[in-house]
């Protein structure tokens, strides 16, 4: 059974850093591509940023480009994604997510919530 | 960037109806396009790929079609535990980017 269960989210003071894990299991992780999709609350989804299964290709949205990073440890089937420069705007609930063929996301976490306010 | 453009962005509708939501692309994405169904509390769930491929496990009264810019989902039968929200997402290229959302009410 596919699990992705993600970690790190809370309280973060704006200009701050939060780093967001998320642990994977039930599939070969180093294989897939995997993604980071966050909803600000009560609104819609925002995909945010997506990672080759080797790690050597990254992608990021417009409005975290610069601030946000995203990697994987293969050998720890885990993702994380490091916000810094924390804004207002960034605070949303942040799914973990694995990415089907080239960009369906068909297995995703329960959310970490990240708060930015001072 | 591709922007995706959901109507209605709400409907109401009786158990047993037949639901049609649309999802108009701002540029031609082929059929890279899912559709996913959100409950509140809950992670969002794929439907529907490519366009009109059904997701392993989902209810055969779900369908999609489309492609190019307009596409379409369909609830061929309306059932209680479909009152959620569904948001569209093109595929076609980075950034990846999703519908503003169609919440299906209860009439």
């Known amino acids: 059974e596919v699990q992705l269960v993600e970690s790190g989210g809370g309280l973060g003071q704006p200009g701050g850093s939060l780093r967001l894990s998320c642990a994977a299991s039930g599939f070969t992780f180093s294989s897939n591509l995997m993604s980071w999709v966050r909803q600000a609350p009560g609104k819609g989804l925002e995909w945010v940023s997506a990672i080759s299964g080797s790690g050597v290709s990254t992608f990021y949205a417009d409005s975290v480009k610069g601030r946000f990073t995203i990697s994987r440890d293969n050998s720890k089937n885990t993702l994380y994604l490091q916000i810094n420069s924390l804004r207002a705007e960034d605070t949303a609930l942040y799914y973990c997510a694995n990415v089907k063929g080239e960009g369906y996301f068909d297995y995703w976490g329960q959310g970490t919530l990240v708060t930015v306010s001072s | 960037d591709i922007q995706m453009t959901q109507s209605p962005s709400s409907v109401s509708a009786s158990v047993g109806d037949r639901v049609t939501i649309t999802c108009r692309a701002s540029?031609?994405?082929?059929?890279?396009l899912a559709w996913y169904q959100q409950k509140p509390g809950k992670a969002p769930k794929l439907l529907i790929y490519?366009?009109?491929s059904l997701q392993s496990g989902v209810p055969s009264r779900f369908s999609g079609s489309g492609s190019g810019t307009d596409f379409t989902l369909t609830i061929s039968s309306l059932q209680p535990e479909d009152f959620a929200t569904y948001f569209c997402q093109q595929a076609n290229s980075f950034p990846l980017t999703f519908g503003g959302g169609t919440k299906v009410e209860i009439k």
């Open positions: 540029q031609g994405i082929s059929t890279w």
């Open positions: 490519a366009a009109s």
